[in-house]
Structure formats: C-alpha cells, structure tokens
C-alpha cells in the first residue's frame, strides 16, 4: 500500500496563489481512493503519472474549494469522460444538497455516474469487498465535516479532515497505523483548524505508529513544515513526517 500526495497545501493563500498545490492525496491499495480533490486534480495527475481512470473512490471531508472544487472534473475522468459508469463517493451530507450551499456540491449530471454516492455522518460505517471506512467527527464551521477510519490491506489510516481539538477527537483514532493529519496553521490558531500545539495534544492521545502532516496554509511559506514535523517527533516521541507535493508513503 502507498500514500501519493499530489497536493499538500490548504487554505485560501494556496487556492489563489498556489505556494502548494491543493489536489489531496491517494490511497493505493486493493483499491484507490482519491481524497480531498481540491483544484489542480488533472494537472497533478499527469505531473505525477496518475492514471484517474483507475480510481475506485472518492472520499470528500467537506465541500470547501479547497478540499472539493475538482470532484465533478475527477468524476468525469475516472469514468472514461464520462463514457462508463463507474466508482463511488463518500462525503457529508452537505456535499448532496446544492440549497445548502457551502461551496461544492455534488450534481445530479455526476451522480448519474457513478455507481453509487453515500452520505455519512460521524461514527458511520460502510463496507465493502475489499475495504471498511468509518466516518469520524470534525468540527470545522458548519459544514459538517467528518474525517475517516480506513481498513484496507491489513492497516488501519486515519484523517482528520479539517478539524479543531475537542474532547472526543483522539477518541476516534485508537490503534492507527498510519495517521494523517490536517495541520493548515503552525503558531497562529485559527478556529476549525489544528496548530503545533493542538496537534501535539493529539498525537500524546493517539500513539499512532506513524503520522504524516498535510494540507499547510499560507503561514508555511515562511515556517518550515519538517521543522514542525520534528519538533511534534520530539515532543510525541511519534514519528512525524512532513508531506509536499509529490511524496510517496509506501506502507
């Protein structure tokens, strides 16, 4: 199994002005699962040699820009322009109901797509062939983001999705082999988000035996994102890694 992160940066700094690119991470394994496909899906892809036509899923914590903007386009391309039915999608409730409008949503033109779209609310799961996902809880806006416990190939993943701390949080991720972790701020706090010290807090609770930072904001294009990689290896006695456009995480 592998992790390829196509695009590492979160946040409006990097929508507009792409310090890091914005198009989520993979998951290979039995199954691809794209997630996260915020803007620059197709130019990301072909830089790295993605073929999208072999995506399987595709999971949406929120319908943000920054998280959701190229769904419909990734849609189209993993089904052959359109030309075969085929995949599924995973998100919140918010990401099936345009009269919300949070930002992206999901059209009935791309709906009629795929094999099937599943809403999921927190605690939720769903499973199938080859792959178990449960949905965990974030709070971030009011968006109803959820983040997710993935099962696939004997390891256990977990994201966060966008997310502040709360009580409860780490409560999700027990027993993770390999977390993935939202942390668009460094110092500087900023609700629905993580920072250095929030994270910190996360990684003492969890323990997971490997995590790896991603989605940076505008703050990282001074602040070194292994800098603060290594200063939560130190303080977590966790093995943190830093993320960037292009890594590849072979598990």
Request: aromatic content about 10%; some cysteine.
């Amino acid at each position: 199994m592998e992790i390829i992160f196509l695009g590492t940066g979160g946040g409006r700094v990097n929508v507009t002005h792409r310090f890091r690119s914005t198009s989520g991470f993979i998951v290979r394994g039995k199954k691809q699962i794209y997630v996260d496909p915020g803007p620059g899906v197709i130019e990301d892809s072909k830089r790295y040699g993605i073929r999208l036509t072999d995506i399987d899923a595709i999971f949406v914590s929120h319908p943000h820009l920054d998280h959701a903007n190229d769904m419909n386009v990734l849609i189209e391309a993993m089904t052959y322009a359109t030309n075969k039915k085929r995949g599924i999608l995973f998100g919140p409730e918010t990401l099936f109901n345009p009269k919300l409008e949070f930002g992206v949503s999901l059209s009935k033109y791309h709906a009629n797509l795929l094999d099937d779209y599943v809403p999921l609310k927190a605690g939720k799961k769903v499973k199938y062939e080859d792959f178990q996902l449960m949905a965990t809880r974030a709070k971030h806006d009011n968006t109803k983001g959820i983040g997710f416990v993935l099962e696939m190939d004997g390891k256990r993943i977990g994201y966060t999705g966008d997310t502040e701390y709360f009580e409860g949080l780490s409560d999700q991720y027990r027993n993770i082999d390999l977390f993935i972790i939202n942390i668009l701020r460094a110092e500087h706090k900023w609700e629905g988000h993580l920072d250095k010290d929030s994270c910190l807090k996360l990684l003492k609770e969890t323990k997971p035996k490997l995590a790896v930072l991603t989605r940076f904001g505008g703050e990282y294009i001074r602040t070194k994102a292994e800098d603060i990689a290594g200063w939560l290896s130190s303080k977590s006695k966790v093995n943190v890694l830093a993320s960037y456009d292009g890594y590849v995480l072979k598990l």
